[in-house]
């Protein structure tokens, strides 16, 4: 992505994040009822872990809604398969690199519980979606140049998705706990 294209896209980003109304409530896997799902699938394995998170959380029968970025033009067969999950690729983009298919603006506007934030890497269509998100909690991964996520884990170095879902399952239900 161009250096241009991407300040045009962070600027247009800032002014809506300025109009953004989100209620903020802590919530864990025993009082959340509705979660999103957000991530960036980059192989086979990272998308059977994403299947078993999934798997996970609706033991604690919250109801899921799954979106996908996929950073090339066209989705791999092998990711169309799966039911229940949403994905989009670059030629769902702008010119400035912000997701405008129905089922994003949907995902950004639904104020889900529990927002999981998935993604290893920095991909600015991810980040615009979490970041606008009118979630209520939203859990993601620590970076320098944003800190949108109301719970976040530095990876330190360790850019494993395996490693990264086992501290959100010690860690999500710490919070909000009745004593």
Known sequence: MSNLKLKVGKYFLSKKLHNLKRV????????????????????????????????YLSNYKIQIYVLGYIDDKIIPESFLFWKGINLFSRKELNWIMIPKTPVVIDFIDKPFDLLFDLSLTDLFPVEFIARL???????????????????????????????????????INLINRPN
């Open 24 to 55: 903020r409530e802590g919530h864990n896997l025993e009082t959340a009822k509705t979660a999103g799902i957000l991530f960036n699938p980059t192989d086979q394995t990272s998308f059977e872990l994403i299947k078993q998170f999934l798997s």
């Open 133 to 171: 998100s009118k979630s209520k909690f939203k859990i993601g991964r620590f970076t320098e140049d944003h800190n949108s996520y109301d719970l976040m884990f530095e990876l330190n170095g360790n850019q494993n998705l395996e490693a990264f879902l086992d501290h959100i399952k010690k860690y």
